[in-house]
């Protein structure tokens, strides 16, 4: 069954280092997102991506994310200058274009220490 | 703006018990609906969705939802909790560009 894969599944980096976050979407799906959830607290979106466009973004997606296709495979959220508050766990999702159903990876854990 | 509210943090039923789990929405028009399940330490696992049509969609491991578009609800029911179910229950709310979440339902099964 096809998947959405995520790498690595658990970071740890110091406050202030460049994080990339990858993500393998199921192969014919054409949404993309990130969705993130801090410990204990619910999941939230962060940006949805399609036609090699950000579509929609939260208040959390600032100017330290980004989110790149660069290979017409992987799926990437970058966080330039990581901050205590960004630990959590990172979820990408993808879905075809013909129904809504979000198929998610396992999620990467981001811890800054 | 749309949102999902689901009511109750925190559930526990004694395994064997039956099982609902509220969720309402607010949305301009008929959303896509979903629930998840995520087990600790995993990812989210779709249960069940709705997106037209009859209005008790069945999912996995034995779980039902019923949209009720007067209440602007789709509550999560299961007629007997098995120890396996405890988990974190998340209802979600969408279109096709954009997904949000409810804050979550944790539900513990007392043996």
């Known amino acids: 069954e096809p998947e959405v894969t995520q790498t690595p599944s658990h970071q740890v980096t110091q406050m202030g280092q460049e994080v990339i976050l990858r993500c393998v979407p ?25 036609n090699n466009e950000i579509s929609e973004k939260s208040e959390i997606f600032d100017d330290q994310f980004s989110v790149e296709r660069p290979d017409g495979s992987n799926f990437t959220l970058k966080i330039r200058s990581t901050k205590l508050e960004d630990s959590a766990m990172y979820f990408c999702a993808s879905r075809y274009t013909e129904t809504g159903e979000l198929f998610f990876g396992e999620g990467s854990r981001l811890t800054v220490l | 703006a749309q949102s999902v509210t689901q009511p109750d943090i925190h559930i526990t039923v004694s395994e064997g018990a039956s099982l609902e789990l509220r ?12 629930w998840y399940v995520q087990s600790p330490g995993q990812g989210l696992q779709l249960l069940l969705k709705y997106f037209s049509g009859d209005t008790l969609v069945q999912g996995i491991k034995g779980f039902e939802a019923e949209f009720k578009r007067s209440q602007s609800s789709f509550n999560l029911r299961k007629p007997s909790v098995h120890w396996s179910d405890a988990a974190e229950y998340f209802c979600a709310v969408g279109d096709r560009s954009d997904m949000r979440f409810g804050a979550g339902t944790r539900l513990t099964v007392k043996p």
């Open chain 1, 26 to 50: 199921i192969s014919n799906h054409l949404y993309f997102y990130w969705y993130r959830q801090i410990l204990g607290q619910k999941v939230e979106f962060l940006v949805s991506f399609y």
């Open chain 2, 23 to 34: 969720c309402n929405y607010s949305y301009g028009a008929t959303p896509y609906l979903f």
